[in-house]
């Protein structure tokens, strides 16, 4: 494979290049390219007698324009159980958000890091102020959503997202906890749940919050198509929401902004529940095999997760690019260096869930690069070592903002002894409750404990390092006075090649007891008849009595396809 091939890497922003880009620099017939652990996608769906069904139609699917938007949007709804009224489908999740970002964001937006790049790239591009919440490595990338809230108050910020799971690290959070923050978060002018991972998770039996999205003003819900059913190069996906702001969406996409691909897929989905819910249940298997085989390396971390794909720090002394760059032209596996994301670095790979025989080819390849004879372990190469550029303006206005200093920069100036500028988060293990919500009707929801966590996450050794601070980008408004919060103190790196030790589960957030009273867990979706917090009833979305629930389009629902709550529990 072409040397130039893994330029095409240093060539692209927060994204990595694309197969056909891979393909055509290699010279590489179709189909003949490196196994992927880099595009998060389903490997078991569609099947294969699916593919050669659509093969056998493609003259005829590709020659003619497809219905509107509305045809397709309603034959999903029919199939997911949702009213119509609530969905908007796009091309590609990536569409919403820049129509999100667009129409529903005035001038700040907050958003945990890592992440995907588009939810901090987007909104700097349109000029808005991006505040972002660094997740602690020394705490496991877990979100707290206490301090997450306290952040968006100190920082003033308009517009809240949370990834559930969050990429690039598959970390979950349980549904009542974010139906706790959505309602804490009620006077902020939207609130995103991003669950384009969602249907790989198994922490919980109907983990999504579509349902209580519906029937809150100020919620919306977005989901992937592509990656569930491994079909990244269709570009489809669609937002759940109350019918006024789903409306707002619906109505800037072009008629036709779905292809003839995505509808033939979603006409023939009907049939194939139970293939799609198995192939479901394959991954959630692989992912614990593979989990399994990367943590036998020695000094390798691999982070819990609830996506198709693990995260996983290097062994000290190994580099990201160089560890990529060998995979790729000595191994013919490729897979994901994060280095160009906000909040990580080229320590950290995003590796996707793949059958076990290229999960076997994965680790022999690691194993050579990372402590094989011929050149030792994997460390940047003398002449080109990290120095290229970020590819994300964000990081590279950062390291300007700081004189070069990066991170030791940012620790000196959320220290207090540095310029002003960038603003640290709050510490890990705080504590803070979750700020109050806006005053709304009574609702006769009953209270139940807080059920705990089947999969918290972990925290790994050693102990923190500095993590990028949130820079704020172009603001309309004058920002709200800093957040200090106190840096990590560096930690002396361990010697290389030694086996990590399995990571201790990250401390339990305990909030008082006066706030755990003030801020009680709902032990269900809001009862119908009972708007949720200024929303629409339960009955005014779904055009009922309130009591009975009637498919969108008033077709039975298919066999294999329950409904959006559990869209991937059956089987």
Known sequence: MSGNVTSLFRGTAAHSPSMAALTRESGEAVGAGPVDFCIPCNPYFPTPAMFDEMAGRLRDIITYYPSGAETITAELCSLLQLPPQCVAMGNG????????????????????????????????????RVDMFPLQESGGFALDLAQYAEFIRVRGTRVAVVCNPNNPDGGFLHKHALVQFMDAMADRDLVVIDESFLEFADAETEPSVVQEAMLRPNVVVLRSLGKNFGLHGIRFGYLVANPALAGRVRAMLPKWNLNSLAEHVVFMLRDHGPEYAQSLHQVRRDRLEMAGQ???LPGLTVYPSQ???????????????????????????????????????????????????????????LEQVLYGSRRGAAVPEPATGTSYSSGTAAVDRLMSETNGAGLRGIAVQAAGTGPPGLVAAPAAGTGMPLPAAVPAAPAAAAIGPMPVPTAPRQAPQPAPVPQPAPYPGPAPVPHPAPYPGPA????????????????????????????AAQYPVPAG?????????????????????GLESVPATGRPAPQGWPNAAGMSRTG
């Open 294 to 296: 990367l943590s036998s």
């Open 488 to 515: 990590p103190a560096p930690h002396p790196a361990p010697a290389p090649r030694q086996p990590m030790p399995a990571p201790a589960p990250a401390p339990a957030q305990v909030a008082p007891a006066a706030a």
């Open 307 to 365: 996506g198709n794909f693990l995260f996983v720090r290097l062994p000290v002394g190994a580099e990201g690019t160089v560890v990529r760059d060998r995979m790729l032209t000595e191994h013919r596996v490729l897979v994901r260096e994060c280095g160009n994301k906000i909040g990580s670095s080229s320590r950290f790979l995003r590796l996707v869930v793949r059958p076990q025989a290229d999960v076997r080819r994965l680790v022999s390849g």
């Open 93 to 128: 999740s990536t569409e919403l958000i820049t129509w999100i970002d667009h129409l529903l964001v005035r001038e700040s937006l907050a958003v945990p890091v890592p992440t995907f790049g588009r939810w901090t790239d987007q909104p700097m591009e349109t000029g808005k």
């Open 525 to 545: 979706p809001t009862p119908p008849g009972v708007p949720a917090h200024g929303g629409l009833t339960a009955a005014q979305v779904r055009g009922t009595n």
